[in-house]
């Protein structure tokens, strides 16, 4: 079984400038996750969707990000522009079912230096 | 604000040994998942427990339970070199996640 695919591995941007971030999951599974992981800290959750639907983006800087998922399969993040505290690794995750109810499989993330 | 909290932040054992970490939570759940991060696999899930479970055994994992003090530990017997790497608790449906231990396995 294929697992999350995310690109591109590598993003090094100046401040201010835009980047897009791409996530594909497993095939089949309804949830789709993307964190921001700061070095040295844990994942933090920027938006879940739920098939094509948004059940949680409360913590998502809304004025610099943004995210969809259309058809409810592959999704993109943006920044835009970007800002230094904005380097991270990026991390999609897939579930089969909604609500946190089963493990969730992760992508090998992007890692995003902004400069 | 994180939901959990892993502690000690790190650990450090001889090869063999067993490592015990901890997690704290703020709210009701309905499960807790405890993931592993190193460098070479990125984020994999090891265990999930649900909150009518006190006790979960997966090879050499134990992960115990107890919702009346919102707490849960992750215990890894005979530690080997490829346990190193970062382990974090998480909570429920959004996956809200603490700082992690970093475990570090001495040969």
């Known amino acids: 079984e294929a697992g999350v695919a995310q690109s591109p591995r590598y993003k090094i941007i100046e401040k201010r400038q835009s980047v897009a971030f791409w996530c594909n999951p497993i095939s089949g599974h309804a949830t789709l996750y993307w964190y921001q992981q700061i070095l040295g800290q844990g994942p933090k959750l920027l938006i879940q969707?739920?098939?094509?639907?948004?059940?949680?983006d409360s913590q998502l800087p809304k004025d610099r990000f943004s995210a969809e998922r259309l058809k409810g399969v592959d999704s993109t993040l943006k920044i835009q522009p970007a800002k230094l505290e904005d380097s991270a690794v990026y991390l999609c995750?897939?579930?089969?079912?909604?609500?946190?109810?089963?493990?969730?499989?992760f992508g090998q993330g992007t890692r995003l230096t902004v400069v | 604000s994180q939901q959990g909290e892993e502690d000690p932040q790190a650990l450090s054992i001889q090869e063999g040994e067993n490592a015990t970490m901890n997690c704290s939570y703020k709210t009701s759940i309905n499960n807790l998942q405890w993931y592993r991060q190193n460098s070479g696999r990125g984020l994999v899930h090891l265990i999930l427990?649900?909150?009518n479970e006190r006790e979960k055994h997966s090879g050499r994992l134990r992960v115990t339970l107890d919702t009346s003090k919102k707490s849960s530990s992750l215990l890894i017997t005979a530690s080997r070199a490829a346990d190193t790497a970062s382990y974090f608790c998480a909570t429920n449906y959004q996956l809200i996640w603490g700082a992690g231990t970093k475990l570090i396995i001495k040969p």
């Open positions: 995750a897939s579930s089969p079912r909604g609500l946190g109810g089963t493990e969730a499989f």
């Open positions: 969707f739920q098939n094509n639907g948004v059940v949680d």
């Open positions: 427990i649900r909150s």
